[in-house]
Structures are given as structure tokens and as C-alpha cells.
């Protein structure tokens, strides 16, 4: 009985693939907003100030690391909670693929996510005189806390990993 309990429970771990499944759409429709930056900023290119190229350009920069994380999170937690990947049945993958354990994706994770929000404030700070400061402060604000939180998620894990034995 426990044996067939173990057994189940130990299945249920591929009923995350649909939600992997579901990262795969987000990054396509990630890519047709990719697209469409892209193709306004070459259609709109002679008429475009500078500043409107630069942050055209972010926006493209804001969702290819979206998309970036997107991916790590897809192949990192598909190999971390479904299924191990092999790395000689697949020669052409990265190994990060599989090599990232669940802390290592909780840091790059929190290392994108402050990197997209930093982008984002260096977008509003293009368009100054399209922000009011209440929401230039609270961009700020939000930068910071995950800046705060990633270096304590450093932190954390840092502490965690020094007791424990040097894996090979």
C-alpha cells in the first residue's frame, strides 16, 4: 500500500508539464510582441527621435530577457521537478540545462527579475515628462525591495551552502 502510495505520488511530479507546456505559449506570444517593437522601430525609424529608438530598444531588451527567464525557468524546473535530462542522448543542449539546482534558479531568477524591473525604471526615466513622481517613487521602491531581496536570497543561500560539503 505505501509502496503504491510512494509510487502515485512520485507520478504526480509530471502533472507540472502542462504548466511548461503553458511557458512554451507565453514565450510565443512574448515573440510576436518582439516582433512588433521590432517592426515599429523600423517603420517608424526616419520619423523616430532618438530617445524613442532607445527605448524601443529596451522594450526589445525588457522581453528578451523576459523570455530568457522564460526559458531557464522551463528547462531548469522541467529537469529539477519532472524528469532528469541526458546530457549524451542530447550532445547539441547547453548543460546548464540540467546543471541548474533549485537554488542557482532562485538566484538567476531574482538576478532577471531586477533587471527587467531596472529596465523598466530606466524606461519611465526616459519618459520623464510622461511620469508623474509618485510612480517614478514607487518604481524605485520596487527596484529596491527586489535588489533587497536578491541579495538577501544571496545571502541566504551563501550561509546555507557553507556547512554543507562540497559537491562534485
Given amino acids: 500500500m505505501l509502496k503504491t502510495f510512494e509510487i ?3 507520478a504526480c511530479r509530471w502533472l507540472l508539464a502542462p504548466f511548461y507546456v503553458a511557458l512554451v505559449v507565453a514565450i510565443l ?18 520619423t523616430s527621435s532618438e530617445e ?3 527605448l524601443g530598444t529596451l522594450g526589445i531588451v525588457d522581453l528578451t530577457l523576459t523570455g530568457s527567464l522564460v ?14 535530462v541526458d546530457h549524451a542522448e542530447h550532445p547539441g ?3 546548464w540545462m540540467a546543471d541548474i ?19 523598466k525604471l530606466l524606461e519611465a526615466y526616459m519618459n520623464l515628462d510622461r511620469e508623474t513622481d509618485r510612480e517614478l517613487a514607487w518604481q524605485m521602491g520596487v527596484v529596491g525591495v527586489f535588489v533587497a531581496s536578491a ?3 544571496g545571502i541566504a543561500e551563501w550561509f546555507g551552502h557553507r556547512g554543507a560539503a562540497p559537491h562534485e
Fill in 29 to 46: 506570444a512574448l515573440l510576436g510582441k518582439v516582433g512588433i517593437r521590432a517592426y515599429g522601430l523600423v517603420t517608424e525609424f526616419q
Fill in 151 to 153: 541579495l538577501l536570497l
Fill in 101 to 119: 539546482d533549485f537554488s542557482e534558479l532562485k538566484l538567476k531568477l531574482m538576478a532577471s527579475i531586477v533587471a527587467i524591473s531596472a529596465i
Fill in 8 to 10: 502515485l505520488l512520485f
Fill in 93 to 95: 543542449w547547453p548543460r
Fill in 71 to 84: 526559458v531557464l525557468v522551463i528547462f531548469s524546473g522541467y529537469a529539477n521537478f519532472v524528469s532528469r
Fill in 52 to 54: 524613442d529608438v532607445i
